[in-house]
């Protein structure tokens, strides 16, 4: 018996969703004219957003990939671990939906456990408070701010310099000795971040304080002033 175009539909309601065998279905079912026009109308659509996505993620995949590589160049082996399993994430969202990460909780929750445990290890590795010699060098620069008296005019003739290296001064021992305390406190902040934050918005804070960067005032920074003002009073 002569088989028709509507045996050869496997559904005649709605069409199958699977992207690989559209094309094929579209070519039967127009050849034997048994589907519907808006059948075909959400055949494009669904082919339409399947390639939307695949541009999406493809695109994603490729600026977390230059972003892995610039944190590598920069000497950064475990942010580019971190940059490279958001990417995997980011890109498995787009490509197969938000719901995928839900239904293979196992996988992308281990994925996302790994990140939280990497960015807690990338904050006490690269933490002021876990240097010695940073922790060392602001207690040095505390006492040495404390036995200096003034600028020579052997060294700087300028008295307005003088007076700025003076006011300097009074600063230097209030920043150095609060500088380790200081360290812990901001320890403590990058630490809940890196605890709290999902891994979306934990990368977007840390691409913001990388290219976006206010640099705090520290014990170094205003010893360095100082010592452009009259230079080797202080011992860097």
């Known amino acids: 018996m002569k088989r028709t175009g509507k045996d050869l539909t496997p559904n005649n309601h ?46 994603s995949a490729i600026t977390f990939i230059s972003y892995s590589i610039y944190e590598a160049l920069s000497g950064e082996p475990i942010n580019t671990v971190i940059i490279l399993l958001i990417g995997v994430l980011f890109v498995w969202a787009i490509l197969l939906g938000p719901l995928s990460l839900i ?26 408070v876990t240097d010695s010699d940073k ?21 700087q003739p300028d008295e307005s310099k003088r007076a700025k290296f003076q006011a300097l001064k009074d600063i230097l021992v ?14 403590a902040i990058d630490a809940a971040k890196a605890r709290y934050l999902d891994p979306v918005s934990g990368l977007a804070d840390n691409i913001h304080s990388e290219f976006i960067k206010d640099e705090p005032v520290t014990c170094l920074s205003i010893a360095k002033r100082m010592n452009e003002i009259c230079p080797g009073k202080l011992q860097l």
């Open 14 to 59: 709605m069409p199958p969703r699977n992207p690989d065998i559209w094309l094929c279905i579209l070519l039967i079912s127009r050849h034997f004219g048994n589907i519907s026009k808006n059948h075909i109308q959400l055949i494009y659509k669904d082919i339409f957003i399947f390639l939307v996505r695949l541009i999406s993620s493809g695109v």
């Open 103 to 128: 239904a293979d909780k196992e996988i992308s929750g281990f994925i996302a456990s790994l990140v939280t445990i990497l960015s807690i290890v990338n904050v006490l590795n690269t933490g002021d």
């Open 135 to 155: 922790t060392n060098q602001n207690i040095d620069l505390f006492q040495q701010a404390l036995q200096v008296k003034y600028c020579p005019t052997t060294i």
């Open 174 to 187: 209030k920043q150095c000795g609060f500088q380790n305390h200081q360290n812990i406190y901001r320890l």
